[in-house]
């Protein structure tokens, strides 16, 4: 009975709920981590490339060399460099993490990254490669330069923008080849909700900021490859 008027239940399973909900809430914060992690901006031009070549287009059947070549330039000027500058500037304390949750910070790096979509693109343009890789880098570099301006004033996600960008060039590519891409765009719709949704559950970004971003993102990017692919 004293168990009870003191507000404790006999059966002593007062705190169960508590330790549940915080181990819910550590593993959701394992899993937006990795989702942050490998749906990184940084990624994104590959997962673009994967899109091209999985498309039932004659893009899907280029010579395995060329495919090779393109991966391997997008790799080394758009993903492993990238990654080594953000790694030394970690080391040296220019930067608080790999995530760049700073203005200063983003605005460095996005700064980088635009003069390698800029060398990239222009690589392509220089190489005979299929109108659509040049159109897409070039179309990127445009992204990452509106980002990279509106990040001087205001803070929207690059997650997002990264998949607004990946979901005009699905959009796209249905449009200008006539091609049914259903699971190429579900994957992309899925992914970039489970992304953007992680990113204001961590408290990284707040709904406005991260719909700013798909919308900037999937516009810019739209409207390039439209005018470069008419």
Known sequence: MSQEVNGTPGDGLQEEPVSGKSGDNK???????????????????????????????????????????????????????????????????????????????????????????????????RMQVPSLFKAYFISIAVVTLVTLVVTTFSRISLHAAGFGGLLMLVVTMIILYHISMVWQIVAVLLTGGAVMSSRIWKGDHNAAEVWAGLLIGAAVMGLSLFLMLK
């Not at 899907?60 to 492993?80: D, E, G, T």
């Not at 790694?87 to 760049?100: K, Q, W, Y």
């Open 27 to 125: 593993h959701l914060k394992t899993v937006s981590e990795i989702v942050a992690v490998i749906f990184h901006p940084v990624f994104m031009p590959l997962y673009g490339l994967l899109i091209i070549f999985s498309s039932h287009t004659l893009l899907s059947f280029i010579p395995a060399q060329m495919k090779r070549m393109i991966f391997i330039l997008v790799m080394a000027n758009n993903v492993l460099l990238p990654l080594a500058l953000a790694a030394v500037l970690h080391a040296r304390g220019a930067i608080a993490s790999f995530h760049a949750r700073g203005r200063n910070e983003r605005v460095l790096l996005l700064t980088f990254a635009l003069m390698m979509y800029s060398l990239t693109a222009f690589v392509l343009l």
